[in-house]
């Protein structure tokens, strides 16, 4: 008997000490079995509510005086089963025993606000405390509901939750919401089955957690996330102040990543309506929407909102932007959007940067912007930005601004990054299509005298602009220097001076040009035959060295153009009547 009171006594002043020591207390959930002593307890998951802080006070004092009146009471027995000493089965109140104990410590309370519930004996576990104030979690009930929602359903979902008789909170629902395995729809069927119940009211909380647990499943479904928006802007449009910000970037990210852009865009335009305030992620997620569908012009309004309210994301995602622009040859924008972060100090990560660079070099109206981009470049950045130095180079040479290209090549000389045989080609090739051939050599000049190798390249750019300009014994002097550096050139290098030489109607060095290329590793192409079996008939009318050309040809597995064939033939027809009609002649004035 001794022993009955001592338990009911502690286990009374064990729950009031505990319940004292919550400050803001809202709910507890507690069922963690008993251990080593048959009264411990762990509280777990614990929520406040704010409108409740004054009340607990209150209760608190109650269940003090309480364990004040009844500190005598405590024997040596009663202290060893604290320890946990002493303990054996009679020490476990019944069902009956536990009931007595919880109207003993009712009526003891004061305003009768406190109550203790469910000590099971069977498997030791305290299943829940209830106080106004503080609600319960049925452990029981929960994993009913887990399993019929994590299973496939038979019957209509709302009428099996209806069967478990269940006394939902705020608390219960989040605890749902969290667990993982239950389907999405299924989660979206539940939450509208509890906001219809008239017994809880859907909170911001509730509503937060769908969206994340629907919006970040590794399966995420393109008709839960559908299903999701269509019932937030049902809940939004019903009752003001419920949804956020939070809730809608969510939802934002998950049409996103299904690549649902014209829906992001939906959603964007709801967030005023709805009476949520848009932040830096409801900017990023709807741009990265709208560009992943190519909806460059709806993204475009979005960023320039996104400016005027100076709501950049941080460095990477400034990165991403400009990226996603370029790829969609919207490189001015993503210029935009780089001035912005510059001015904001988001620099963004140097690869999206020379991204920007090669995209803004290969159009000549922004190529100006593109270079303004590189005085941005310094220390170790410029000593390894080759790339973006040459992309510049390049798109000022095409756009023929040979004098801005020389002076960014002039400062690359001085301040670096170094150029490469690259860069100088491209001057070389710019100068030699301008007609500047000797400042193309002196460019040769300059290469060998940094430690560079002029390539085959350099010195074929030089020989075509000799040779269109039909300066051939120049071009044949640069052919020299060639030959004298590398033992293997290319086709192109012969092509442009068997070209050249017939167009100058010296068909005899043309001739032996093609005979050298053996020499140093070329074979001669079906192009090299080609043209000069063209220019045979129809400036020297000589078919029969085209047709010595051909017969090369055939040795060597090359099919001539079935209209040069026909040329030969037809060059050789016309020899012959020209022959006949002089024979004719002859015998006439013979006559």
């Known amino acids: 008997m001794w022993r009955s009171i001592a338990s009911k006594s502690s286990l009374t002043r064990n729950f009031g000490r505990k319940l004292f020591s919550l400050q803001n207390p809202r709910s507890q959930v507690i069922h963690k079995p008993l251990n080593s002593s048959p009264f411990s307890s762990h509280i777990s998951s614990t929520q406040h509510f704010h409108h409740q802080n004054h009340r607990f006070l209150s209760h608190s004092s109650s269940i003090s005086e309480f364990e004040t009146e009844n500190h005598d009471a405590t024997s040596s027995e009663e202290l060893e089963l604290e320890n946990g000493e002493g303990f054996d089965d009679t020490h476990v109140a019944s069902s009956s025993k536990n009931y007595e104990l919880t109207h003993e410590f009712d009526e003891n309370a004061e305003n009768n606000d406190a109550q203790i519930v469910g000590f099971s004996s069977n498997d030791q576990e305290l299943k829940g405390v209830v106080n106004e104030g503080i609600s319960v979690i049925d452990v029981e009930k929960l994993e009913n509901v887990l399993s019929l929602l994590q299973s496939s359903v038979d019957g209509s979902l709302e009428s099996n939750l209806d069967n478990i008789d269940l006394r939902l909170s705020e608390e219960f629902v989040v605890r749902v919401l969290k667990t993982p395995l239950i389907p999405g729809d299924h989660l979206i069927w539940f939450c509208k089955w509890v906001s219809s119940r008239n017994d809880f009211e859907v909170t911001t909380l509730v509503l937060n957690e769908l969206a994340r647990a629907i919006c970040n499943d590794p399966a995420l479904k393109r008709k839960d996330v559908y299903a999701l928006w269509d019932m937030t802007k049902e809940i939004g449009e019903k009752e003001s102040g419920l949804l956020n910000a939070e809730i809608l970037n969510q939802l934002l990210s998950a049409f996103s990543k299904l690549g649902k852009g014209k829906a992001a865009f939906e959603v964007f335009g709801k967030f005023e309506e709805l009476g949520c305030v848009p932040n830096v992620d409801t ?309």
């Open 283 to 591: 900017y990023y997620f709807t741009i990265e929407a709208l560009c992943k569908r190519s909806f460059y012009d709806w993204a475009t309004l979005v960023c320039q909102k996104m400016l005027d309210a100076k709501m950049l994301p941080e460095s990477e995602k400034v990165g991403e932007i400009i990226s996603l622009y370029c790829k969609g040859h919207r490189s001015k924008e993503a210029h935009v959007v780089y001035l912005a972060a510059k001015e904001n100090n988001r620099y963004p990560p140097q690869k999206a940067v020379n991204f920007l660079v090669s995209c803004l070099s290969k159009v000549d109206e922004t190529v100006n912007l593109a270079q303004e981009m590189l005085v941005d470049f310094s220390g170790e950045v410029r000593k390894h930005a080759i790339n973006p130095f040459s992309w510049v180079i390049r798109g000022l040479c095409r756009k023929k601004d040979i004098e801005g290209a020389k002076k960014l090549f002039n400062e690359m000389i001085v301040e670096g990054p170094p150029p490469g045989n690259g860069v100088f080609n491209v001057i070389i090739n710019s100068l030699s299509k301008a007609g500047d051939l000797e400042e193309a050599k002196d460019m040769l000049k300059l290469m060998e005298s940094r430690g560079l190798k002029p390539d085959v390249y350099s010195y074929s750019v030089i020989i075509s602009g000799y040779s269109k300009g039909g300066l051939m014994e120049e071009a044949c002097k640069v052919l020299s220097m060639a030959k004298k550096e590398h033992p293997k050139l290319c086709p192109a290098t012969f092509h442009t001076l068997i070209r050249g030489y017939c167009n100058l109607r010296d068909f005899d060095n043309a001739l032996k040009l093609l005979s050298e290329m053996k020499d140093y590793g070329v074979e001669a192409n079906v192009d090299e035959y080609n043209k000069l079996i063209q220019s045979l008939c129809l400036k020297a009318l000589d078919w029969k060295k085209a047709e010595k050309l051909l017969e090369e040809m055939k040795e060597k597995n090359l099919h001539l153009p079935g209209i040069t064939r026909g040329l030969i033939n037809a060059v050789k027809e016309l020899e012959q009547e020209a022959i006949g009609s002089e024979e004719a002649q002859s015998k006439t004035v013979v006559d």
